[in-house]
T-cell receptor, first 112, second 111 residues
């Protein structure tokens, strides 16, 4: 089946901006999500965007949505070492009972 | 706030044994889910439920069973455990649609 695609790894320096990209599968998806997973922990909902929005900002996080290209990005401003984690992009395709389809995750490593 | 609570957090099973992963939520959410996460992979949906008494298969249901007798609880049953079921299991819940909250995970090893 089709997959939600993400780059596997991103390395940045503390204080820089990080941009994590995702390509999702269904242009009719209603909600798109970013989850954060720290080592040995569960998934923390970071933010989500409704499909009729182009952008959503929440403190250091900015989500950009390009529906035409089915492209979603997460920008983290002033990245900190505590931001080091795996970030998952996920979508809810239409017709499903809010069942999330996940990408394989992008490991973000922030060095001092 | 307890949120989504899973037990046990860690378990080692022998091949052929059975066990139940417990999941409970105190947010009165209708929708509940079980996912598994294999190393280097995203999460795959095992089963989900849209309300008490209703369950449905996800992407990878083989080898598992679920029940939803109450709104709060959504246990996942493994019958005849196999090494391929070694994984991290996540339970999740949501009111419907846009916000889905995950438990902290259950690490299962089948040897």
């Amino acid at each position: 089946g089709e997959d939600v695609e993400q780059s596997l790894f991103l390395s940045v320096r503390e204080g820089d901006s990080s941009v994590i990209n995702c390509t999702y599968t269904d242009s009719s998806s209603t909600y798109l999500y970013w989850y954060k997973q720290e080592p040995g922990a569960g998934l923390q909902l970071l933010t989500y965007i409704f499909s009729n929005m182009d952008m959503k900002q929440d403190q250091r996080l900015t989500v950009l949505l390009n529906k035409k290209d089915k492209h979603l990005s997460l920008r983290i401003a002033d990245t900190q070492t505590g931001d080091s984690a795996i970030y998952f992009c996920a979508e809810i395709p239409p017709g499903g009972y809010s069942t999330l389809t996940f990408g394989k995750g992008t490991m973000l490593l922030v060095s001092p | 706030n307890a949120g989504v609570t899973q037990t046990p957090k860690f378990r080692i099973l022998k091949i052929g044994q059975s066990m139940t992963l417990q999941c409970t939520q105190d947010m009165n959410h209708n929708y509940m889910y079980w996912y598994r996460q294999d190393p280097g992979m995203g999460l795959k949906l095992i089963y989900y439920s849209v309300g008490a008494g209703i369950t449905d298969k996800g992407e990878v249901p083989n080898g598992y069973n679920v029940s939803r007798s109450t709104t709060e609880d959504f246990p996942l049953r493994l019958e005849l455990a196999a090494p391929s079921q070694t994984s991290v299991y996540f339970c999740a819940s949501g009111p419907s649609g846009n916000t889905i909250y995950f438990g902290e995970g259950s690490w299962l090893t089948v040897v």
